[in-house]
């Protein structure tokens, strides 16, 4: 260990490989969609992150994305880099681009899960990210379970799907999906023009359905606020400025993809010395539980909610989670 402050038991990358994509979905991050790693570039991170976990002592989490990672002709070998190096890795697609030949080499390649995005059923999923993509991605999840990966479907939700909720959990059950968890779309207030932000009281109401899903087994509760009407013992807290990093196809370094600060770039810094060092994240592990939720009960485990949420709809993140139907606002 390099400090006693930095004491964990593991360590998340997300790690933006490409920003090509071969689809424009509503709800996206995106701006630009021509940033690419390449292979040699992309070692060289390989080996910062795993001098920070070397330096930090603890395990290594890899999720792959972009973009659209299944894009990136290199794919399959950083997944074996990493895993000789003793990393978990995990792929976060949107499933279009799987195949049967595609979820071999997966398998190959050692991948602890794959997680694909459905933001409904056909209808509306394909309104969101385009003609066609929801069957694609079916077939991709039929094509993961063929090899016994295991398979995690993420649904974003927002105003214009968060009805599907319900009818999406007995689909996924049915098709044979291991995992169904769902998160809120989080935009900064300003740039929401196609008004896909849930309002708070939308955001509570959804996440009662989930818990009575919860309790048959359909949906995974284990997000931000989640665990309120669940009253189940998975209590979330935001690792923004912990034990997580995300690093964009273009060498910028975010404490979290849905916190849209930029702490610096890769290229210029090692990722152990932006983790360690950076202003930015050394502020956000300073941050206390906000004073809005010291009377609550959850305070010293959920910590505030989602940082990201509260950024942006307010700059801040040292305030509670707007969405909180507990928090004295």
Same mark, same amino acid.
């Given at each position: 260990?390099?400090?006693?402050?930095?004491?964990? &038991?593991?360590?998340?990358?997300?790690?933006?490989?490409?920003?090509?994509?071969?689809?424009?979905?509503?709800?996206?991050?995106?701006? +630009?969609?021509?940033?690419?790693?390449?292979?040699?570039?992309?070692?060289?991170?390989?080996?910062?992150?795993?001098?920070?976990?070397?330096?930090?002592?603890?395990?290594?989490?890899?999720?792959? #994305?972009?973009?659209?990672?299944?894009?990136?002709?290199?794919?399959?070998?950083?997944?074996?880099?990493?895993?000789?190096?003793?990393?978990?890795?995990?792929?976060?697609?949107?499933?279009?681009?799987?195949?049967?030949?595609?979820?071999? &080499?997966?398998?190959?390649?050692?991948? +602890?899960?794959?997680?694909?995005?459905?933001?409904?059923?056909?209808?509306?999923?394909?309104?969101?990210?385009?003609?066609? /993509?929801?069957?694609?991605?079916?077939?991709?999840?039929?094509?993961?379970?063929?090899?016994?990966?295991? #398979?995690?479907?993420?649904?974003?939700?927002?105003?214009?799907?968060?009805?599907?909720?319900?009818?999406?959990?007995?689909?996924?059950?049915?098709?044979?999906?291991?995992?169904?968890?769902?998160?809120?779309?989080?935009?900064?207030?300003?740039?929401?023009?196609?008004?896909?932000?849930?309002?708070?009281?939308?955001?509570?109401?959804?996440?009662?359905?989930?818990?009575?899903?919860?309790?048959?087994?359909?949906?995974?509760?284990?997000?931000?606020?989640?665990?309120? =009407?669940?009253?189940?013992?998975?209590?979330?807290?935001? /690792?923004?400025?912990?034990?997580?990093?995300?690093?964009?196809?273009?060498?910028?370094?975010?404490?979290?993809?849905?916190?849209?600060?930029?702490?610096?770039?890769?290229? +210029?810094?090692?990722?152990?010395?932006?983790?360690?060092? /950076?202003?930015?994240?050394?502020?956000?592990?300073?941050?206390?539980? =906000?004073?809005?939720?010291?009377?609550? #009960?959850?305070? /010293?485990?959920?910590?505030?909610?989602? &940082?990201?949420?509260?950024?942006?709809?307010?700059?801040?993140?040292?305030?509670?989670?707007?969405?909180?139907?507990?928090?004295?606002?």
């Amino acid at each position: 260990m390099i400090m006693d402050t930095f004491c964990y &038991k593991d360590f998340t990358l997300q790690w933006h490989i490409t920003h090509r994509c071969n689809l424009r979905c509503k709800h996206c991050y995106q701006e +630009d969609y021509s940033a690419f790693e390449g292979f040699d570039n992309a070692l060289n991170i390989l080996n910062q992150y795993c001098e920070l976990l070397k330096a930090y002592g603890c395990i290594g989490r890899l999720n792959i #994305t972009g973009g659209e990672p299944l894009t990136h002709p290199h794919l399959f070998d950083l997944l074996r880099a990493a895993r000789s190096h003793g990393i978990r890795t995990g792929v976060l697609t949107n499933g279009t681009l799987i195949g049967s030949w595609e979820a071999r &080499k997966l398998k190959a390649c050692g991948v +602890d899960y794959v997680q694909i995005s459905l933001d409904g059923m056909e209808k509306v999923h394909d309104a969101i990210r385009g003609k066609g /993509s929801f069957e694609k991605a079916v077939n991709g999840i039929y094509a993961l379970r063929s090899q016994g990966i295991f #398979t995690s479907v993420s649904f974003t939700a927002q105003n214009s799907n968060f009805r599907e909720l319900k009818k999406l959990a007995s689909f996924c059950n049915d098709i044979g999906a291991d995992k169904l968890w769902f998160d809120r779309v989080i935009i900064p207030a300003a740039e929401d023009s196609g008004n896909l932000t849930l309002s708070s009281d939308t955001f509570s109401k959804l996440c009662r359905t989930a818990a009575h899903l919860n309790k048959r087994g359909r949906v995974f509760c284990g997000r931000a606020l989640q665990f309120i =009407p669940c009253k189940n013992k998975l209590i979330y807290h935001c /690792s923004a400025g912990e034990n997580l990093l995300v690093v964009l196809a273009n060498g910028d370094v975010m404490p979290c993809r849905r916190l849209l600060i930029i702490i610096g770039n890769i290229k +210029d810094n090692h990722l152990l010395t932006l983790h360690r060092d /950076s202003p930015v994240m050394n502020k956000l592990r300073s941050v206390g539980i =906000p004073e809005g939720c010291m009377k609550c #009960t959850y305070a /010293s485990m959920c910590r505030g909610g989602s &940082k990201c949420a509260a950024y942006a709809r307010t700059g801040r993140f040292d305030i509670p989670d707007p969405d909180c139907c507990l928090s004295e606002k």
